[in-house]
T-cell receptor
Framework: AQSVTQPDIHITVSEGASLELRCNYSYGATPYLFWYVQSPGQGLQLLLKYFSGDTLVQGIKGFEAEFKRSQSSFNLRKPSVHWSDAAEYFCAVGQGYQKVTFGIGTKLQVIP | SQTIHQWPATLVQPVGSPLSLECTVEGTSNPNLYWYRQAAGRGLQLLFYSVGIGQISSEVPQNLSASRPQDRQFILSSKKLLLSDSGFYLC????????????FGDGTRLSIL
């Protein structure tokens, strides 16, 4: 069965600093990978997705992620964090045409 | 464009009472539909998913049930709520027969007293 690991439950960064959120997956076939963001009390918003092709994918809000098959990773990055980026971030892997497995999330705190 | 609606946004119910949460999708046909529960620190737990009218797959045994009476309507129900049913419930949809991402509603905060 597929699984997703987000090893950092909480991360604190200073505004303007760079950010990297880690995600490792376990899946037997070619993975379909996603990153979502959730603000408190809201649903999840898709940041970016990887299906195939270029392993560096660009998303909304200045985020990008890099797929590394050899490391089974799909880390999310942003070069300069804004206070509005404070939220919870979820990595997910698609299973076939129907189900997606989510990680437990990483809460990002941004300090001025 | 496609939109997804969930209601109510917040619900407070006593233990043992029934539950009905509704989710509707607009702007697409024959979507895959999903119900998730989110508990603090535990990520998203898939409860049910549906690939068509009347077709429901249950992922976790529990006292909840789901129904899909119409193509773009997905309902989460319970006959008797338990304290452990408290949580944040999210509905999502995705395009059928693809690996396209899921799109989420704004969620329902359910508190059981």
């Amino acid at each position: 069965a597929q699984s997703v690991t987000q090893p950092d439950i909480h991360i604190t960064v200073s505004e303007g600093a760079s950010l990297e959120l880690r995600c490792n997956y376990s899946y037997g076939a070619t993975p379909y990978l996603f990153w979502y963001v959730q603000s408190p009390g809201q649903g999840l918003q898709l940041l970016l997705k990887y299906f195939s092709g270029d392993t560096l994918v660009q998303g909304i809000k200045g985020f990008e992620a890099e797929f590394k098959r050899s490391q089974s990773s799909f880390n999310l990055r942003k070069p300069s964090v804004h206070w509005s980026d404070a939220a919870e971030y979820f990595c997910a892997v698609g299973q076939g045409y129907q189900k997606v497995t989510f990680g437990i999330g990483t809460k990002l705190q941004v300090i001025p | 464009s496609q939109t997804i609606h969930q209601w109510p946004a917040t619900l407070v119910q006593p233990v043992g009472s029934p539950l009905s949460l509704e989710c509707t999708v607009e702007g697409t046909s024959n979507p895959n539909l999903y119900w998730y529960r989110q508990a603090a620190g535990r990520g998203l737990q898939l409860l049910f998913y549906s690939v068509g009218i009347g077709q429901i797959s249950s992922e976790v045994p529990q006292n909840l049930s789901a129904s899909r009476p119409q193509d773009r309507q997905f309902i989460l129900s319970s006959k008797k709520l338990l304290l452990s049913d408290s949580g944040f419930y999210l509905c999502a949809w995705s395009r059928p027969r693809t690996n396209q991402p899921q799109h989420f509603g704004d969620g329902t905060r359910l508190s059981i007293l």
